[in-house]
């Protein structure tokens, strides 16, 4: 794996000052590392891909597992670099390089299985949806996140941290918290706290998932007023909104989160 020394000497090689807009901290601990890939549980058997692999310290970790992996990177210098960093690495391992926008990927070389990653912070949530929607091959995954974002996708009913991203997580099975990171195994250190983030694809519906996310989204764009109120203009008005609620067996006087993703789902499917 790569240390901190080798990290900053290969950034300092290629010009690489890490932007806030691409949302680059580079993981510079190899204990991290091997903590991340321990705690997503993936196998020798798994086709794992990576998005945002950087410099490529966790990517050489994922390969001590699995002898391939599929790694989605936007920076054009980063992408050229990182054949070179794991052929003299783990030159008896495979790298499926795609150099593309992970949010607008549509394709991957192969179908993976798992997904590990530590996420650009500025896109995490939207570029995880994304991959579960479009490569529904992906049955577990680990990612590390803003710790306040961790809290959002594996959050329960009730507090104040679930939202539209808890739902919308718990539509394609569990979500836990894996552990907390500390800010000094980055490079450059982060002004936010990190975390971990397990989840499983194990649930398979029937339902239209777009009109489910569609209630979803409607709810907590007002999640302090009741459902009657928040789904209005999804239901075209109040007393529709209160009708569906009511067809669906769910009060229209909760709000959104007070409630569970077959609650939403019962909600769409009586629209």
């Known amino acids: 794996m790569l240390g901190a020394n080798e990290i900053r000497q290969l950034a300092s090689k290629l010009g690489i000052k890490p932007t806030k807009k691409l949302g680059q901290n580079f993981v510079i601990d190899p204990n991290t590392i091997n903590r991340i890939v321990t705690a997503s549980g993936i196998t020798s058997a798994d086709r794992v891909v990576e998005i945002g692999p950087g410099l490529g310290s966790l990517t050489l970790g994922i390969l001590a597992v699995t002898n391939s992996v599929m790694a989605v990177e936007i920076d054009a210098a980063l992408a050229a670099e990182l054949p070179g960093t794991i052929a003299k690495h783990a030159p008896a391992s495979t790298l499926q390089l795609v150099h593309a926008d992970a949010l607008r990927l549509t394709e991957l070389p ?26 529904p091959s992906i049955k577990k995954g680990l990612v590390m996140v803003q710790s306040e974002v961790a809290h959002r996708l594996a959050a329960k009913p009730g507090g104040k941290d679930y939202g539209s991203p808890s739902l919308k997580m718990a539509w394609y099975g569990p979500t836990r918290l894996a552990g907390n990171i500390g800010r000094n195994v ?26 489910v996310f569609a209630v979803i989204d409607a709810a907590f764009g007002q999640r302090r007023k009741t459902l009657r109120q928040a789904l209005s203009s999804w239901a075209g008005s109040p007393s529709m909104a209160e009708e569906i609620c009511r067809r669906a067996g769910i009060d229209p006087g909760a709000r959104g989160e007070q409630l569970l993703v077959d609650d939403f789902i019962a909600i769409a499917g009586a629209k």
Not at 114 to 127: F, R, W
Not at 186 to 211: C, G, H, T
């Open 110 to 135: 192969d179908q993976p299985t798992a997904l590990v990653a530590n996420l650009p912070y500025n896109i995490s949530v939207p570029v995880l949806l994304h991959f579960l929607e479009t490569f």
């Open 186 to 211: 980055f490079w450059p250190a982060p002004n936010v706290d990190s975390a971990l983030v397990y989840f499983e694809r194990s649930i398979e519906r029937e339902q239209d998932r777009k009109r």
